[in-house]
């Protein structure tokens, strides 16, 4: 069963490899994830979910839940730390 029926995505099969190349480094180095915030604040990640009318990328909440899980599948903890913003993101 399909997440969305159109499937939408930001996230480029590419970007998510380098977001996995540096996921292990992450982790042993317990070093923030800059290099992955960087390349998803190009993207315009933090605001998948805000309507286009406010500059966001109007994403629905299964478009996004989708690629949090592509995010997660990759780098487990850039996906957690986003989930933070995102979930504020809703709200507001």
Known sequence: M???SDKRRVLTE???EAFGQRAGEYD???RFFAEDLKDLATI???KVSV???FGGLDFSLP??????RRLAYRAPATALALNMHLYWT???
Request: charged residues 20%.
């Open 28 to 30: 042993r180095q317990n």
């Open 63 to 68: 478009d996004l839940v989708n690629e949090q």
């Open 2 to 4: 399909a997440i969305s």
């Open 44 to 46: 315009g990640y933090s």
């Open 14 to 16: 590419d970007l998510l």
């Open 51 to 53: 309507p286009r009318a």
């Open 90 to 92: 809703g709200a507001a």
